[in-house]
């Protein structure tokens, strides 16, 4: 991997799936690395130890600040003291169930939080004389119900609070690159996995689930739709696609996915199949507590933008995917317990 030396990046959103893999992936090119990270009452890092150095580690390259996207002051204050070249918003409140019991507090994180960095970005460009990017993790869910291929030309139509939170904040990152020549990029990302994902989405509640019956702890897995059908890829390969967005010489929106899409179902009878557990349907129920009022039935992306302009590929099939999840949560049930 080519080094970059010296780069300061800024990441909003380190301690989740997506976060902890770009830190990964700037650190290794030679970045410096700071991320901004949620007071909680418990630890909250767990995605990102492995990355921990010393405070006292003169030559360290990863520094943590706290901060929160509800807080533009403290968000300024970070920007001015970090002074970074790029910037990734990757914070938010990023479960769609969740958005609709809190709609309000979604808008304001996943949404008007994009906006505080701007904000902030807007006045801090002109000290730096325009030397500073900013990434947008704008998502698949702003499509909604608009039908597939979906690229960068397809219209919006959000089916969730969180899919319309993510549309005001991909608009404003335009009108931003518009209006005040901001570097800023949106990565318009499909649904992408890893054994990191958070434990209440779809795959990884599944690979979960199968890890319990099969250490013995739970006998049945709850779900909802089973018909929906999602465009999965793999995490790393896509944080490696934000970073190539933030290097091209103009700044631009490209859509991130891997062009194949398969039903929850689907990768429920594959994932039960590798566990080595049988049937699925011994084991999955169907809790109406999980249905959505609104759902997105089908998302698939058309990424001839990104493979032609970025050069960039998806490299992990949908199966190879399944099985790194599965045996991932089954090693780790067989450690802890
Ligand atoms: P994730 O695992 O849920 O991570 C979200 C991050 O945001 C976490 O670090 C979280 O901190 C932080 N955060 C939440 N509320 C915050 C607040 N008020 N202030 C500051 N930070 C806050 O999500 P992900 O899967 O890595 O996705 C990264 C981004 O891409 C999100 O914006 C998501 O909406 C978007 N996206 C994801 C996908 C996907 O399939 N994964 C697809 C398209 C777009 P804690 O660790 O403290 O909770
Ligand atoms: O895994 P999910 O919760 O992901 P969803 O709603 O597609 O959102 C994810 O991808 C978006 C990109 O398109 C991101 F922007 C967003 O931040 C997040 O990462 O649900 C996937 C599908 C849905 O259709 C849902 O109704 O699975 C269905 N499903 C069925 N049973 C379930 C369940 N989803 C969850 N979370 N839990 C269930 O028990």
């Not at 492995?50 to 706290?66: E, V």
């Not at 594959?270 to 997105?296: C, N, T």
């Amino acid at each position: 991997m080519a080094k970059t030396k010296n780069k300061t990046a800024l990441i909003f959103g380190i301690t989740g799936q997506d976060g902890s893999y770009l830190a990964e992936i700037l650190l290794k090119k030679g970045y410096v690395v700071h991320g901004v990270v949620r007071r909680a009452s418990t630890f909250n890092t767990a995605r990102i130890n492995h990355l921990y150095q010393d405070p006292h580690n003169k030559s360290r390259k990863l520094f943590l600040h706290h901060g929160d996207l509800a807080d533009a002051g403290t968000i300024r204050k970070i920007i001015n003291k970090v002074k970074p070249e790029e910037v990734y918003n990757l914070a938010a409140q990023s479960h769609v169930k969740v958005s609709f019991e809190i709609p309000e507090y979604t808008m304001d994180i996943t949404g008007n939080g994009a906006l505080r960095i701007l904000e902030a970005l807007r006045d801090f460009q002109t000290e730096t004389g325009g030397k500073v990017k900013f990434y947008q993790a704008s998502s698949s869910e702003m499509f909604g119900a608009a039908p597939p291929p979906q690229n960068e030309k397809t219209p919006f139509i959000p089916q969730s609070p969180y899919g319309a939170a993510k549309v005001f904040a991909h608009n404003m990152t335009n009108l931003y690159r518009d209006a005040y020549g901001l570097f800023a990029v949106s990565g318009i990302l499909f649904n992408h996995e890893s054994p990191r994902r958070g434990e209440t989405f779809v795959t990884r509640k599944i690979t979960r689930g199968i890890a319990r019956i099969k250490a013995g702890l739970d006998k049945k897995l709850y779900l909802g739709n089973l018909d929906a059908k999602r465009d999965w890829g793999h995490s790393p390969e896509f944080c490696e696609a934000m970073w190539l967005m933030m290097q091209q010489p103009k700044p631009n929106d490209f859509v991130i996915g891997t062009g194949e899409t398969h039903t929850v179902r689907e990768f429920v009878e594959l994932a039960f199949k590798e566990a080595g557990l049988g049937s699925w349907k011994k084991y999955v129920e169907i809790d109406p507590q999980y249905y959505r009022p609104a759902e997105v039935n089908i998302l698939v992306a058309d990424t001839r933008k990104a493979k032609k302009v970025l050069k960039w590929q998806p490299k992990t099939k949908f199966k190879d995917l399944v099985k790194i999840m599965v045996w991932n949560d089954i090693n780790e049930f067989k450690v802890k317990n």
